[in-house]
């Protein structure tokens, strides 16, 4: 299986493209600010072509560039309901007080639709020659995902967004956030993801279900107590 990934925009939100293998189909997750770029770039080095976009969730910094792709590739965006209303109004789910320097990069002009929107449910996402599965982690935001699948390799592979980062979980502090809600997201997380698990968070390298058992106060065994912010 191919996977590329790189951060993208003011925050460093993690794009990922997946696919069985070079010239094949592929899907994009979590286009951010000025993901066209370097996104095109891995296309036509590993002579792919996309079929789908997958967000974990409607944050700006994870959708920037997704309406725009959409359209460029002909192709449609998957996003959970809850979170459908942030392609068009991303402001709705950030805190501006907090981002003065980024909210004209990420916030200017009109923000439209995609032309295709594919609501993601509890079926797995079929498309690229790869079956992705879907769990629903709402508390960073109410419509936020964790997609997981195997490779043909036979490993194991998680897009965790912001629900589950190295070290740490997602902040709950802006619009739409509940700790309570991600705790137990995280919870669902540590009890559905094998410990050979790679997680290839939003934000950060990559780590495995079985270091952030160990060693992530969010998530081990001996640290629920703590809350996400």
Same mark, same amino acid.
């Given at each position: 299986?191919?996977?590329?990934?790189?951060?993208?925009?003011?925050?460093?939100?993690?794009?990922?493209?997946?696919?069985?293998?070079?010239?094949?189909?592929?899907?994009?997750?979590?286009?951010?600010?000025?993901?066209? &770029?370097?996104?095109?770039?891995?296309?036509?080095?590993?002579?792919?072509?996309?079929?789908?976009?997958?967000?974990?969730?409607?944050?700006?910094?994870?959708?920037?560039?997704?309406?725009?792709?959409?359209?460029?590739?002909?192709?449609?965006?998957?996003?959970?309901?809850?979170?459908?209303?942030?392609?068009?109004?991303?402001?709705?789910?950030?805190?501006?007080?907090?981002?003065?320097?980024? &909210?004209?990069?990420?916030?200017?002009?009109?923000?439209? &639709?995609?032309?295709?929107?594919? &609501?993601?449910?509890?079926?797995?996402?079929?498309?690229?020659?790869?079956?992705?599965?879907?769990?629903?982690?709402?508390?960073?935001?109410?419509?936020?995902?964790?997609?997981?699948?195997?490779?043909?390799?036979?490993?194991?592979?998680?897009?965790?967004?912001?629900?589950?980062?190295?070290?740490?979980?997602?902040?709950?502090?802006?619009?739409?956030?509940?700790?309570?809600?991600?705790?137990?997201?995280?919870?669902?997380?540590?009890?559905?993801?094998?410990?050979?698990?790679?997680?290839?968070?939003?934000?950060?390298?990559?780590?495995?279900?079985?270091?952030?058992?160990?060693?992530?106060?969010?998530?081990?065994?001996?640290?629920?107590?703590?809350?996400?912010?």
């Amino acid at each position: 299986m191919l996977v590329a990934g790189f951060p993208t925009g003011t925050f460093q939100a993690n794009c990922y493209v997946l696919a069985p293998g070079r010239g094949a189909g592929c899907v994009i997750v979590d286009p951010g600010e000025g993901a066209a &770029e370097p996104l095109d770039r891995a296309l036509g080095e590993h002579a792919l072509t996309p079929t789908a976009i997958l967000a974990t969730h409607g944050h700006p910094d994870h959708v920037h560039a997704a309406a725009g792709l959409a359209r460029v590739h002909g192709v449609p965006v998957w996003i959970r309901p809850e979170d459908r209303p942030l392609l068009t109004d991303p402001r709705a789910g950030v805190d501006t007080e907090q981002l003065p320097g980024a &909210e004209s990069a990420l916030l200017a002009g009109t923000w439209t &639709e995609p032309d295709r929107v594919e &609501e993601l449910g509890a079926d797995p996402v079929e498309t690229a020659g790869l079956r992705i599965d879907v769990l629903h982690t709402p508390g960073h935001t109410p419509g936020s995902v964790v997609f997981h699948l195997t490779t043909g390799e036979g490993g194991r592979i998680a897009l965790t967004g912001d629900t589950l980062l190295p070290g740490t979980a997602g902040r709950t502090d802006l619009p739409g956030g509940d700790g309570q809600a991600l705790r137990r997201s995280l919870d669902l997380l540590a009890d559905t993801l094998a410990g050979d698990t790679v997680l290839l968070p939003g934000h950060g390298p990559s780590t495995t279900m079985e270091r952030e058992r160990a060693s992530n106060p969010f998530l081990g065994n001996t640290n629920r107590e703590k809350e996400p912010r």
